[in-house]
């Protein structure tokens, strides 16, 4: 280890800021932000500095560096474009042992300053001892994007419950069960949806002598078209949270990377009239396995609320008095059109949208067709690839002209995305003389035009 991690307590305790630019205003607002009382030494500074003097948030004396202004000093930090006055304010400081940080030279300085993630009181400093300061960026953004922003919040409700906690329980072990279980269950949950009443709560049950933690939860989570990359946050981690996971088709092998490793995997399948696991039976699985006290994710392809039946799942859900969590996906119409740089509104093209389900029952669909053939609309058809010809026929017989431009999405987002792009006339030609396999979404409008000027992802 280069370095020792420590984390100082430097409330009301004077540190000195060496320079009035840019980055001595980063500095000093960190600082600020630990509550020290700063002084800033710079014979110029910019705007904010000003202004934060200007409201006593800090002190600033404008004139050049002396060796005094070390003086009583508890942090020093050198941050000018001058690399002698650096040397010096480096040697000064430990000469009488204060520690010094000089931005960008790691060489003079006695302490580095981490990358943070800042989740209060949880803070978690990443530092690669000065030798790739980027990388150590790289590593924050990660755990940013890892944790949720509310963690802070769970971590100051479990301080309020602590001694609580140790006068209920008083073995370590028996603790450290009862806080593991909290962390990872409904009322962490509770927290990060912003619920901390509700979650002081069932805390405060918990501890209770009657406990009836029976009952697990159902996440129905939106996994997104395909790519991995556009979960959200929030999906990502009740995934990896999850004791069973129930999925289908829809949802990527990418994804399904992503979910956590020892968790039960159950496949309920999806092919259009051919459900693997008939929709009431999946409604009554997620009752029965949340019923068990698991952790149960419902993964869905795209957003659960898009012709995606999430309702109906969570329905059965509310009457079994199951507590669920939504999470909504990037819904195929959204991730499909982005990536095959076709704008779904546009000022010239469409000024409004329709998502329609092209399902075939019993042969035809039973969409109202006046009002989809109207001027400056963009439609997407879901479930369509076929029905094609069937709503191609519909459409120009209410009206729409042949030659509007048509786009096939086949697979959008992932590695075997493709686009074909025709017109209302051939759309059935194309559909069937041409191996194009579901998931399919079909846009139909103006705006497909634009994929001439605007496709970024397959070039
Ligand atoms: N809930 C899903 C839609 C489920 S319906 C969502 O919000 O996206 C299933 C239909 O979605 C498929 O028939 C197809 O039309 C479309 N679809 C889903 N993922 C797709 C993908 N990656 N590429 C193309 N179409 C997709």
Redesign the pocket.
């Known amino acids: 280890m280069d370095y020792l991690p420590i984390f100082i307590d430097i409330k009301h305790q004077p540190c000195l800021v060496v320079g009035g630019g840019d980055v001595a205003y980063r500095k000093i607002n960190l600082l600020l932000k630990a509550d020290a009382a700063v002084t800033c030494v710079a014979k110029e500074c910019c705007e904010e500095i000003r202004k934060l003097a200007k409201s006593k948030k800090i002190k600033y004396i404008k004139k050049a560096f002396i060796k005094s202004d070390i003086n009583a000093q508890m942090l020093i930090i050198s941050a000018t474009d001058n690399v002698n006055l650096n040397a010096r304010v480096s040697a000064l400081a430990k000469e009488v042992n204060i520690p010094v940080n000089v931005v960008d030279s790691p060489a003079l300085c006695s302490f580095v300053m981490p990358s943070i993630v800042d989740r209060s009181p949880i803070i978690i400093a990443v530092s690669s001892a000065g030798k790739a300061p980027v990388l150590a960026r790289l590593v924050r953004a990660k755990l940013e994007s890892s944790i949720p922003h509310a963690y802070g919040k769970l971590a100051e409700l479990a301080g309020d419950f602590r001694d609580k906690v140790k006068q209920k329980l008083n073995n370590i072990e028996s603790r450290r069960h009862f806080w593991e279980k909290i962390f990872s269950g409904i009322v962490a949950e509770k927290v990060f949806s912003g619920k901390i009443e509700e979650a002081k709560a069932d805390l405060q049950a918990q501890l209770g002598e009657h406990v009836d933690d029976k009952t697990g939860e159902v996440y129905l989570v939106g996994a997104g078209?395909?790519d991995a990359d556009l979960l959200t946050f929030k999906a990502l981690r009740l995934m990896q949270q999850a004791d069973v996971i129930l999925y289908d088709r829809?949802v990527s092998d990418e994804v399904m990377e992503l979910v956590r490793r020892d968790a039960e995997l159950i496949y309920v399948g999806k092919e259009c009239a051919n459900h693997t696991v008939a929709q009431g039976d999946i409604n009554q699985l997620l009752v029965d396995l949340a019923k068990q006290g698991r952790r149960v994710c419902r993964l869905?392809?795209?957003?659960?609320f898009?012709?995606?039946r999430g309702g109906e799942e969570i329905e059965t859900l509310a009457e079994n008095n199951v507590p669920f969590q939504v999470v909504p996906g990037i819904?195929?119409a959204s991730?499909?059109s982005t990536y095959s740089g076709i704008p779904l509104t546009h000022r010239d093209y469409s000024q409004s949208l329709r998502f329609v389900t092209g399902h075939l029952k019993d042969g035809t669909m039973n969409l109202p067709w006046d009002e989809l053939v109207v001027e400056q609309q963009t439609i997407v058809f879901?479930?369509?690839l076929i029905g094609a010809k069937y709503l191609s026929k519909q459409l120009m017989a209410h009206g729409m002209r042949a030659n509007m431009p048509v786009a096939l999405?086949?697979?959008?987002?992932?590695p075997e995305h493709k686009v074909y792009v025709t017109t209302l006339m051939e759309l059935s030609n194309l559909v069937e003389n041409t191996n194009i396999h579901?998931?399919?979404?079909i846009i139909v409008g103006e705006v497909v035009k634009l994929r001439e000027k605007l496709n970024w992802f397959e070039a």
């Not at 869905?300 to 659960?304: A, E, F, L, Q, R």
């Not at 579901?438 to 979404?441: E, K, R, V």
Request: proline share 11%.
């Open positions: 078209p395909g829809l869905k392809g795209g957003d659960p898009i012709f995606g819904t195929a991730g499909c879901y479930m369509a999405i086949e697979r959008g987002t992932t579901a998931p399919t979404l």
